[in-house]
């Protein structure tokens, strides 16, 4: 077991982070649940998949005097589903930044990191929003609306969820989210862009320079933001279609015409088939044909079996292409859709709940419920990457569904002095204490 980032340490960073946190209620001496028990209730909920608060409640309810919200999750008295939403709801999401940032820091000072290196020690980061909530009655503050065409508005609430891939790494790793949401001062709806922007710019101390590549669809591929990116220390490697830039792709055709694209061709075995990878690229080509154009590189790979093409996509980058890393570029631009697969997906139809409403507030309630949901998918995944135990417990197990069932049930009926005592019972190391009343 690696203690020095086990579930005490991690939890530890949440609880430092939130009790920098002022209670914006005013005092009253009939204030009986604290901010730290609101947040840390909904934390647990989060972090053992329950799908509402009141359930969640329910299986972690006191025994004479304990309780496993108190053992596990350092709770002192579980609030109410409705007095969770009405603490949190005034409180920004970002007193919980710091612990992303700290975990990440931890991470990338104990070499955890490195197999998610590529390019010669970069890390890749997609940059992808996600909608989370959606409704035609309820909304806020900061909720954003898109009017359809038959008069009737649907407010939503999405955000920027960046996590760390790799290609061939089953896990993402994620970082501090970015919520799309009106701005002060500005007349127009957020958009992903400008949320994206937002986040590159609180995070330029964060990463060691010029060793973070940023991956985005084409949405992305845009001049101001390679320049900013460029600006900030970043690399990136964004889609490119043909149908957004038709100034780079007219230049393509004729460079393509004149001989002057590079070419490689590899295959690699595929069950009984053979899959032949062709890739074509050209370094410093422009990206618009408005002046000043930034200069960039832009690379294609199309993959075929048996004469019919399986997969085409093609992008821009600040890397310069050679035959050495064209494969490499090319693998880190689809690694994108890890963003996909193992982060949204897995946040939406894995246990997390992701689009569920577990309530929305006036203020701040639904970002930072999304903030907490996130936290908790990180430990899992920090506990799944580091922790052998953990690791046992999953593959023994086999599915994610039956891990998380049996954690809600064991925690139903007995109490645990700590999660470390739990991992241990789960591996038979250990006799859990039984309840007092058997009858």
């Known amino acids: 077991m690696?203690?020095?980032?086990?579930?005490?340490?991690?939890?530890?960073?949440?609880?430092?982070?939130?009790a920098k946190i002022q209670d914006p209620r005013k005092a009253s001496p009939n204030q009986k649940y604290s901010i730290k028990d609101a947040v840390l209730s909904a934390f647990g909920a989060f972090f053992m998949q329950c799908e509402s608060f009141l359930e969640y409640q329910r299986q972690l309810n006191s025994r004479k005097g304990r309780d496993n919200a108190q053992s596990?999750?350092?709770?002192?008295?579980?609030?109410?589903?409705?007095?969770?939403?009405?603490?949190?709801?005034?409180?920004?999401?970002?007193?919980?930044?710091?612990?992303?940032?700290?975990?990440?820091?931890?991470?990338?000072?104990?070499?955890?990191l490195k197999p998610f290196e590529v390019l010669g020690g970069q890390l890749l980061v997609t940059l992808d929003a996600s909608e989370y909530f959606s409704s035609q009655c309820i909304h806020c503050d900061q909720c954003s609306h898109r009017t359809h065409k038959n008069g009737t508005v649907t407010y939503f609430h999405n955000a920027i969820l960046p996590v760390i891939v790799a290609p061939g790494q089953e896990h993402v790793i994620s970082l501090d989210p970015e919520f799309i949401t009106p701005q002060d001062g500005?007349?127009?709806?957020?958009?992903?862009?400008?949320?994206?922007?937002?986040?590159?710019?609180?995070?330029i101390d964060l990463f060691d320079d010029g060793r973070v590549t940023l991956l985005g669809d084409d949405l992305y591929s845009r001049q101001p933001m390679c320049e900013l990116a460029i600006e900030q220390g970043f690399h990136y490697i964004f889609v490119c279609l043909p149908e957004s830039h038709t100034a780079l792709y007219n230049w393509l055709e004729f460079l393509?015409?004149?001989?002057?694209?590079?070419?490689?061709?590899?295959?690699k075995r595929h069950g009984r088939d053979w899959h032949f990878y062709n890739y074509r690229w050209v370094n410093n080509i422009p990206l618009r044909d408005t002046q000043p154009a930034l200069l960039t590189n832009w690379l294609e790979l199309t993959i075929t079996c048996?004469?019919?093409?399986?997969?085409?996509?093609?992008?821009?980058?600040?890397?310069?292409?050679?035959?050495?890393?064209?494969?490499?570029l090319a693998a880190s631009g689809r690694a994108r859709w890890k963003t996909e697969n193992e982060n949204h997906n897995v946040l939406k139809t894995k246990g997390y709940h992701l689009e569920h409403n577990f309530g929305h507030g006036k203020q701040h309630l639904a970002s930072f419920l999304l903030t907490l949901n996130l936290l908790a998918f990180l430990f899992h995944t920090v506990l799944h990457l580091l922790d052998f135990s953990y690791q046992q417990i999953?593959?023994?197990?086999?599915?994610?569904?039956?891990?998380?069932?049996?954690?809600?049930?064991?925690?139903?009926?007995?109490?645990?002095?700590?999660?470390?005592?739990l991992i241990s019972f789960m591996l038979d190391e250990f006799d859990p204490i039984r309840p007092v009343n058997s009858s």
């Open 2 to 18: 690696v203690e020095i980032l086990g579930f005490t340490a991690l939890l530890g960073y949440l609880q430092a982070a939130v």
């Open 72 to 112: 596990l999750f350092k709770v002192s008295k579980i609030p109410t589903d409705n007095q969770i939403r009405n603490i949190i709801d005034p409180i920004n999401a970002v007193a919980l930044i710091e612990v992303f940032e700290q975990i990440y820091r931890k991470l990338k000072a104990k070499g955890y």
């Open 186 to 203: 500005y007349e127009k709806q957020d958009s992903e862009v400008a949320a994206a922007k937002r986040w590159m710019n609180r995070h």
């Open 256 to 267: 393509n015409a004149n001989g002057s694209l590079s070419y490689l061709t590899a295959r």
């Open 306 to 328: 048996n004469q019919k093409v399986i997969f085409q996509n093609a992008w821009i980058c600040d890397h310069f292409i050679t035959n050495d890393n064209v494969a490499e």
């Open 394 to 421: 999953r593959s023994l197990l086999g599915s994610r569904k039956r891990f998380f069932n049996d954690l809600r049930t064991l925690t139903t009926y007995f109490i645990f002095d700590s999660w470390r005592h």
